[in-house]
């Protein structure tokens, strides 16, 4: 049904539309009148209109003024202006407000036949996008639980994330910032929060709920249920929070876990980790969930849980954490910039002072390694180092230490940044050497992944990425050479020929042959004969 609104002060105007309604449109729309600017916005309050054929000129309100509020509550009406006079004014004020059409006085039948089914096809298109709208969002809302567990997730287990642009995307995070919230949830016995098979079964029952709990209180991206735990994300606009917003963020979540206890019947405890760049927001979970460890209270933040040292006033420990986040990401160019910035900064403290920039360096470049030999991506050895002191202490000045440290520091990023390239190549290498060995037996991928030490859904993906083929059409390249090599021997029946190419059936070797080379082996022996002549 398409609800219509007719308001005209005259009489006549309003009895003529409802004849002819009644008469052409009689079970297809509902319809409502007022004589006046007020009564229109009443009754559009209550009857919310599809369409509204607005008279200009009523007592009191106008129609104009009249759409204008109607328009601030129902932006999907329809409105066509009724007036009796032609005035430029008039028409320029309701073009403004986005009216459909303005019908001069007198109007015809045939004039409001046309232009209720012209609004009442728009009305039904408006509905149908509104309809589609309605279940794009139902779907997304069906959706992104799924993508913020798995962006969650892939935080928390990934150094570097490929796909983040296209998270950032789905979940709309504008934001480049981020700190972490560690729900931990139980039951508390004897003072202490216990996890039980029981609480984490009804967590997992009551997830929708939590969800839904923490989602009505802040903007954040929330994790699976992880044992007896969820991770919070909550991106933040700026670089840092001060005290005063720090108390608010507790003030906040003391009302959410309030409301979570009233939902779902759990007891819960929070951790809040510091503010981290959102792609090393890992770290502030590593925070949140030491302040659980630290102290026994409902609620804890890591700037109040985890009492540390306190660096001088402008130690650029921002930098710091960038810099050694892109090597272990392996990203070279961004370390290297964050590593001249911190150098910078170093060097501008008390230039005279060369081995307190030494030992700075040299701790930077321990670290770094230390990094790197957990990544796999150097080795170690008790001598290894053995010259690092040495060098540091020949080195004149600023400049000769800086060439040190950047070459150290970039030789380690670089080594991470390639260790999964070479660890491929080795992988592959070693695979390629095996079924170059052995395609003539019966060989298949599991027997390869087994060679190599690795599950045969990786190694598939990464034979694809490193040699251009996947496992199947590399045997079926190499067999098919060695069949083409010795069909040039007269003295090899074709039977053998597949034998010896990894083919014990003649009828399934010929078909193979044929698909590859177009030709069938018999076929292919005799064009070598004709070539030969």
Known sequence: MVRILVADDEGIMRESFRAIFSKYFEGSIEYAEAKTGREAIEMAENFHPDIVFMDIRMPGIDGITAIREIRAFNQNALFYVISAYDKFDYAKEAISLGVEGYLMKPISRQMVIDTVREASGKVDRIREERHFQLKIQEKLQTV??????????????????????????????????AYAEVFCFGAFTDGKLLSTVRSRVHAQESYPQIRAVIKSF???????????????????AGERIDYEERISIIDLTQKILT?????????????????????????????????????????????????????????????????FDALKRGEVGKMQQDLMRFFSWLSAQKPEDL?????????????????????????YAYTYRKDYLSQLMGFPDAESIWGWLLEKMTGVCAGIRDRDEKRSESTVARAQKYIKENFTRDISLDDV??????????????????????FIE?????????????????????????????YGDPNYFSRIFKKQTGQTPREYRESLYTEAL
């Open 259 to 323: 409301r979570l206890k009233e939902q779902t019947e759990l007891d819960f405890r929070l951790g809040i980790g510091k503010l981290w760049k959102l792609e090393s927001v890992r770290g502030s979970c590593q925070e949140a969930s030491e302040s659980l460890l630290a102290s026994r209270a409902r609620i804890c933040h890591a700037d109040d849980c985890l009492q540390r040292g306190n660096l001088e006033g402008n130690y650029p420990i921002t930098t710091e954490q960038d810099l």
């Open 218 to 236: 802040q903007n954040c991206i929330i994790g699976p249920v992880l044992s007896d735990r969820i991770i919070v994300f909550v991106p933040h």
């Open 474 to 502: 590399y045997l079926t390249g190499l067999r098919i050479a060695k069949a083409r090599d010795s069909l040039r021997d007269p003295s090899l029946s074709i039977k053998e020929i597949g034998i010896m190419s990894g």
């Open 449 to 470: 992944s087994r060679e190599v030490n690795v599950s045969p859904y990786y190694f598939s993906r990464l034979f694809k990425a490193e040699v251009g083929e996947n």
């Open 355 to 379: 081995n307190s920039m030494r030992l700075k360096c040299l701790e930077f470049v321990m670290r770094a390694e230390r990094m790197a030999f957990d990544a796999g991506a150097v080795d």
């Open 144 to 177: 992104i639980p799924v993508v913020e567990t798995g962006y969650v997730s892939a935080i928390l287990l990934s150094d570097k994330l490929a796909d983040d642009a296209e998270y950032r995307d789905l979940l709309e995070i504008h934001e480049n910032y």
